[in-house]
């Protein structure tokens, strides 16, 4: 997401019942922050809604698979 102005909706893909985790970085390649830790996947949720820090310039969200 480039020079967010607003709320944002995170769509995503997932094997239903698993558990999954939302991360952020402000790269790529590092810094990896974990906003939520146990997304358990279901029609209702696989939406998640978002709102950027307006101070940041681009932001980058992943949604991983827990072990």
């Known amino acids: ?3 967010g102005d607003g709320p ?6 997932a094997e239903l019942g698993v558990s999954y ?3 952020q970085s402000l790269n790529l ?3 990896w922050t974990v ?3 146990n997304l358990t996947a279901d029609k209702s949720k696989m939406i ?3 709102t950027p820090d307006p ?6 969200w992943r949604v991983i698979k827990n072990p």
């Open 1 to 3: 997401m480039d020079d």
């Open 8 to 13: 944002i909706s995170l769509g995503w893909n």
């Open 21 to 23: 985790r939302l991360e």
């Open 29 to 31: 390649a590092n810094g």
């Open 35 to 37: 906003l939520e830790s």
């Open 48 to 50: 998640w809604d978002l």
């Open 55 to 60: 101070s940041l310039s681009r932001v980058f």
